[in-house]
């Protein structure tokens, strides 16, 4: 009965002080690191927008990610290992619970037995009153062990259900980990991507940096530069323009974006509000004809530390087919640019209040 005890008691210890508080020194290293990251990439985005600048954002993001990631592991180890402990504890409560039972059982056998023999027991049976006082007290002892069994078993079956329990919700927390793990993994290949390609298309070099920025800032300027000249009603995969001459410094190509936008909301329109476009795609049609190649995807990409929010709004493409079509029944709306073809485009509403983009037309 006594390891019973102690098992109940160093199970309970357990819950009250879970396998995070064996390693906190390491844990709050690790958070005042990253806090420390944090404050550094912040300062440096309100910094000049330098080549050097840029480079050592990059290796701050780096860094951060891969903290993290340290974070996430160590969070990942401790969670399998408190599982591992909880799993034995479990384990060792079910032998104890069946051990239990089955005295349990004894006993109640025992106490049945006991009455078929001695039915009535009083100071008038032919027992000696010595024998009736044996007796007596030989049952009272045994229906007090049975008593005391059975709120063992008691104790033991909530602790046992709490452990089960406390299980359960630590592979959930697991699970949750693994999978922010996974994406602060893919994230670290996409910063360090970046700056390889930083480094490739500046050759290291300032002034080629500002060049390609300033490119960036001319093909958004000219887009909100363009005006109105016209609009009509267009069906699913009529053709409502030609891929042109960009003039950026990544070649020709189609720049398609996703809105949440009606007909009535045109003046309200900002290039940033896009959302992702893949999902609306797949349900209709592509704006080009293959082949297809897909030059930059939207979010976080390999040029998107040229834009002023560091983000790539919509999905840049390129065809050999060049005619762009519309994906959807809708109303077009024609604009162009007197200065540039950069900011050719066409934006089409449709019914279901989304307004697809298609920009740098001829």
């Given amino acids: 009965m006594n390891k019973i005890l102690t098992l109940i008691f160093f199970s309970t210890l ?10 906190q020194d390491t844990v709050g290293d690790l958070n005042q690191k990253i806090l420390e990251y944090t404050q550094k990439l912040e300062e440096l985005t309100k910094s000049k927008d330098t080549l050097a600048n840029q480079i050592s954002i990059l290796n701050s993001q780096i860094q951060l990610t891969l903290l993290k990631i340290d974070q996430a592991k160590s969070n990942i180890s401790l969670l399998q290992q408190d599982i591992a402990d909880l799993t034995v504890k479990i384990n060792d409560l079910d032998l104890s619970l069946n051990r239990l039972s089955s005295q349990y059982i004894e006993q109640v056998s025992q106490n049945y037995k006991l009455s078929k023999r001695y039915p009535q027991i009083s100071l008038f ?123 950026y410094s990544f070649g020709d190509h189609l720049h398609f974006g996703l809105y949440n936008l009606k007909e009535n909301e045109l003046n309200s329109w900002s290039y940033a509000n896009d959302i992702d476009p893949m999902d609306y795609i797949n349900q209709h049609m592509w704006p080009m004809n293959d082949p297809i190649n897909i030059t930059q995807s939207r979010g976080q ?62």
């Fill in 14 to 23: 357990a819950l009250l002080f879970p396998a995070t508080a064996r390693c």
């Fill in 301 to 362: 990409t390999q040029y998107s530390y040229l834009y002023s929010d560091h983000f790539h709004h919509g999905i840049d493409m390129v065809s050999p087919n060049k005619a762009v079509r519309s994906i959807s029944d809708g109303v077009a709306y024609f604009f162009r640019d007197p200065s540039s073809s950069l900011g050719n485009h066409v934006k089409v509403f449709h019914s279901d209040g989304k307004m697809t983009l298609y920009l740098h037309l001829q």
């Fill in 125 to 247: 049976t032919t027992l000696s009153f010595n024998n009736f006082l044996e007796q007596f007290k030989y049952l009272t002892v045994l229906q007090k062990n049975s008593q005391n069994t059975l709120v063992d078993m008691e104790t033991i079956r909530t602790n046992y259900d709490l452990q089960k329990e406390q299980k359960k919700v630590k592979q959930q927390q697991l699970e949750e980990l693994e999978k922010v793990l996974a994406s602060q993994q893919a994230s670290l290949g996409k910063q360090k991507a970046s700056k390889t390609n930083l480094l490739e298309i500046t050759k290291n070099d300032e002034k080629k940096y500002q060049q390609l920025k300033k490119a960036a800032e001319d093909e958004l300027n000219s887009l909100l530069r363009a005006k109105f000249v016209g609009k009509r009603d267009v069906k699913a995969g009529e053709p409502i323009g030609m891929m042109g001459n960009t003039g």
